[in-house]
């Protein structure tokens, strides 16, 4: 897609806060505005997912891959491990600090 998606939703953010301006001072509800904006949101986010799947899909045929066991249960399941990695990205871009007990159960958790 051309529009980045922070550029979209901050779009879809202002036209939905006019359409609700609009409603308080005039008493229309802008349905046809409101439509239009659900419409290209559903059409957009479809172009969204189809282009993101194929970046993942080519991804997988260009990268060599080794299969790596994982004990989903010890990780807490999908979940735990997306978390832990999120937690562990978020701690390495700066963006979350740790105290010690909490850096350990982490490196626990990963082994």
Sequence with gaps: SEVKIEDFLAM???LN???ELGKEFCGSE???LVNILQDKSKEYFHNFHCESFQLIRDMLEAESWQSVPIDLAA???IL???KT???RDAARSGKI???SSSAAAIKAQNG
Excluded: H, Q
């Design 80 to 82: 735990g491990i997306i």
């Design 97 to 99: 600090y740790f105290n």
């Design 17 to 19: 806060n006019m359409a």
């Design 12 to 14: 879809a953010w202002a």
């Design 75 to 77: 990780s807490g399941g």
């Design 85 to 87: 990695t999120l937690v």
């Design 30 to 32: 802008s349905r046809v």
